[in-house]
C-alpha cells in the first residue's frame, strides 16, 4: 500500500448506534480505514446523503458483507493512499466516488473504478452529490430501460436527487421527460430544472395526465421508485413494448399484476439495487459515464441540483430534512 506521509491513525464518524430516527446516528472515534487490493482512501471533503442512508439507519436495508457499516454512498475527496494493484498516478487526485458505505467520516475507502476526477466546474460539495444518482440513473434508464432519443420516460419523486438527476440526463440525450411531485411549488421547480411536463399526484391522477400528454399513446419509459400499489398504475402508462424500471420500492415491495396487460402490451420488467453490485458492474457503470456524460459535466452543462449543505457532527439533521420531504435536488454533508 501506498500512503500519504500525513495520513492520521483515527477518524471521526458517523454511526448508527441502533435502528430508528435520525437521533441514531451517533459521532463516534474509529481507525481510519485501510485500503485493500484495486481500491482507495480518500480523505472526504463531502458525503451525499441520499434515501437508501436513511433506510439503513431504520435497520431496513443492512450494509453488504464486507461493506463499511457506516452509511454514506457518494463522496469527494481527495486520495491518500492506494491499495496493492492501483497506479501510483491516483495519489493526490481529486475525485468523486461511488462507495460501498463509510461515506460519512473523514476518510472512506472504495475501488478504484468506482471513482471518477472532479472537473474545474464542480466544487467539492457539488462533486459529492452526483455519483449515487448518476450510477443508478444510467444504469437504470439507460442500460436497463434502453432509453433513446425522441422516447418519452415518465420518472416520479421528481425533485428527488434521483428525479432531478433523471430530468438533467434525460434532456441532455434528447428524451422526453414528465415526472410526477408532490406540490406545485416541487412541479415548478422540476419544469425549470427543464422536466418537459410535472404532475401534482396530489390533486391529479398521474395516469390520466400522462395519456393527455401524450395524446393516449402513453410513454415508452417508466422509472419508479415507488413500487407498491403505484406499478398497476404504471403499466397503465406505459404504450406498447414499454419498459417499466423499478429502482426503489418506498410504496411497498409487493405488486398486483395483470399479467394478460403485460403479454399484450409486451411490456418489459425490470428493475435494481446498486449497492450489491459487483466493483466490476460498478466500475462499467463508471466507464460509460465518464464516457458519455462526463465531458458535460467538464463542460458545466451538467451540475447537479444542491438543496442543504449540513456539517458532518449535524448528520441527525440532514436525516430529519430529507425525511420532511421539502428539499428540492440533493443534501450533503461538508466534512473537510
Keep these: 500500500m501506498i500512503e500519504s506521509e500525513l495520513l492520521q491513525k483515527e477518524m471521526t464518524a458517523i454511526a448508527i448506534s441502533e435502528p430508528g430516527g435520525p437521533e441514531v446516528l451517533q459521532s463516534v472515534t474509529q481507525p481510519v480505514p485501510q485500503p485493500k487490493q484495486g481500491e482507495v482512501l480518500i480523505r472526504v471533503a463531502a458525503a451525499g446523503v441520499n434515501r437508501p442512508d436513511v433506510v439503513q439507519r431504520k435497520g431496513l436495508y443492512p450494509a453488504p458483507p464486507g461493506a463499511s457499516p457506516l452509511p454514506g454512498l457518494e463522496v469527494s475527496g481527495t486520495v491518500v493512499a492506494l491499495g496493492d494493484g492501483v497506479e501510483a498516478e491516483w495519489m493526490g487526485r481529486k475525485v468523486c466516488a461511488l462507495t460501498n458505505g463509510g461515506g460519512y467520516a473523514e476518510f472512506c475507502v472504495t475501488p478504484v473504478g468506482q471513482c471518477l476526477p472532479v472537473p474545474d466546474s464542480l466544487t467539492m460539495a457539488e462533486a459529492a452529490a452526483l455519483p449515487e444518482t448518476l450510477f443508478t ?3 437504470n434508464l439507460f442500460n436497463r430501460g434502453f432509453a433513446r432519443e425522441g422516447e418519452t420516460v415518465l420518472v416520479h419523486g421528481g425533485t428527488s436527487g434521483i428525479g432531478t438527476t433523471s430530468i438533467m440526463l434525460g434532456k441532455l440525450f434528447g428524451l422526453n421527460v414528465i415526472v410526477t411531485c408532490g406540490s406545485d411549488q416541487k412541479c415548478t421547480a422540476a419544469k425549470q ?3 418537459d411536463h410535472a404532475i401534482n399526484y396530489k390533486s391529479q391522477d398521474f395516469v390520466e395526465e400522462v395519456k393527455k400528454i401524450t395524446d393516449g399513446e402513453g410513454v ?11 406499478v398497476a398504475r404504471n403499466l397503465q402508462c406505459l404504450k406498447q413494448d414499454g ?5 426503489a420500492v418506498q410504496g411497498g415491495a409487493k405488486a398486483t399484476l395483470n399479467m394478460a396487460q403485460i403479454m399484450m402490451n409486451r411490456l418489459t420488467l425490470s428493475g435494481s439495487t446498486l449497492r450489491p453490485q459487483s466493483a466490476e458492474r460498478k466500475a462499467l457503470i463508471a466507464d ?9 459535466v467538464e463542460a458545466g452543462k451538467l451540475k447537479p441540483v444542491m438543496d442543504e449543505r449540513f456539517a458532518l457532527a449535524d ?7 430529507m425525511e420532511a420531504g421539502d428539499h428540492i435536488g440533493k443534501i450533503v454533508l461538508i466534512v473537510e
Design 137 to 139: 440513473v444510467w444504469g
Design 193 to 195: 430544472i427543464g422536466a
Design 220 to 230: 415508452e419509459i417508466v422509472l419508479d421508485m415507488v413500487a407498491g400499489d403505484y
Design 243 to 247: 419498459r417499466h424500471v423499478t429502482i
Design 288 to 296: 460509460d459515464l465518464q464516457r458519455y456524460v462526463w465531458p458535460e
Design 315 to 321: 448528520a441527525a439533521k440532514a436525516h430529519a430534512h
